[in-house]
């Protein structure tokens, strides 16, 4: 037996720590970064960033492409350094910065804990430039907070909007418009149409000409329903204060409306969700948070267009009477 066991090959010796990194190491996935870096120049002041090439070709397909093309043997590649950064003057580098904490978490790129209206808006619109997916579920999951239907503080909007609520509103459907992300445009419609003062004609001037026709079509709605609700509340509380009479000159019992009481009853009105998506499928916007493309100007609810110098003339005359736009 001793000498079968004598012929037996030897096993080999298991290999050490150090031998199996320098034989076959091992790289866990999405953890190992063989890369180097683009160098970019962001904003009319050039402000550099140098970031892991990888992070831009996986998660943009527009960067991806930049980067692809700018490849070339005969001249050095745009990022390479920071005399040939890839120039972006048009850029915020502050939002940009914003889109990369997604990516780079908040330890390495911090972002603002409790992010401003503008920021949020910035962060999304460049997200939605360059296609950053993860940056732009960041973006809308924060809008939602307070521009959705489901959302306490977008009804406490509703009961109570402010200027600054009314700006917002604007800018938020500039953006629905600029990244073709329209979830928002309802939500945002429907609250300027409850201005009903349109006192700062200057908060609605940026808006395009074709959503300003969308908003007076959608407030002329909202203002008919309700003088048809308090037509027919008039209507009844007279004829039951009439029934109650006990003599020709006994009025005691009429209802009396106050400024305060009909305050009141537009807030109650304007809250009703019902209110909310009859006014916004008018406008073709289908409920306060569905996905609506952006106007056509045509089909049932629109008649074709006209020339575009009576159409701005026409424009411009039916919102100075509702001093929606002073001007065009």
């Known amino acids: 037996m001793a000498d079968l066991d004598a012929t037996k090959p030897d096993s080999p010796p298991t290999p050490s720590f150090d031998q199996l990194i320098e034989r076959n190491p091992k790289r866990w996935p999405n953890c190992y970064f063989d890369d180097d870096y683009v160098v970019l120049a962001l904003g009319h002041d050039a402000f550099h960033f140098r970031i892991y090439r990888s992070i831009l070709v996986k998660h943009s397909e527009v960067f991806r492409s930049m980067l692809e093309s700018s490849n070339s043997e005969s001249k050095p590649a745009k990022g390479a350094s920071e005399n040939n950064p890839i120039t972006l003057p048009d850029d915020d580098p502050e939002y940009f910065a914003g889109v990369l904490s997604i990516y780079y978490g908040p330890v390495l790129v911090p972002r603002p804990q409790d992010p401003s209206f503008a920021y949020t808006i910035g962060v999304l619109r460049l997200a939605s430039k360059y296609k950053f997916a993860l940056a732009i579920d960041w973006a809308t999951d924060l809008l939602r907070e307070d521009w959705s239907p489901k959302s306490d503080s977008w009804l406490e909007t509703i009961a109570n909007p402010s200027q600054r609520d009314f700006e917002q509103a604007v800018a938020l459907i500039n953006a629905c418009r600029e990244t073709g992300i329209h979830e928002f445009l309802g939500c945002a419609f429907y609250l300027l149409c409850t201005d009903e003062t349109c006192g700062d004609t200057s908060i609605y001037e940026p808006l ?47 209802p009396n409306h106050t400024a305060q009481a009909a305050s009141r009853e537009w807030t109650k009105f304007t809250c009703d969700p019902n209110t909310a998506l009859i006014v916004t499928s008018t406008m073709g916007l289908g409920s306060p948070c569905a996905a609506a493309p952006a106007p056509s100007m045509t089909g049932p609810h629109f008649p074709p267009p006209p020339a575009a110098d009576t159409y701005t003339l026409r424009v411009q005359e039916n ?5 929606i736009w002073k001007s065009i």
């Not at 407030?219 to 003088?227: G, I």
């Not at 919102?319 to 001093?323: C, E, Q, V, Y």
Request: some cysteine; overall charge positive.
């Open 208 to 254: 395009q000409k074709t959503d300003v026709v969308l908003l007076m079509q959608g407030s002329r709605k909202l203002c008919r329903m309700y003088a048809e609700q308090a037509l027919r509340s008039s209507n009844a509380k007279v004829s039951m204060a009439a029934k109650s009479l006990t003599s020709p000159f006994s009025w005691g019992s009429f």
């Open 319 to 323: 919102l100075s009477h509702t001093r």
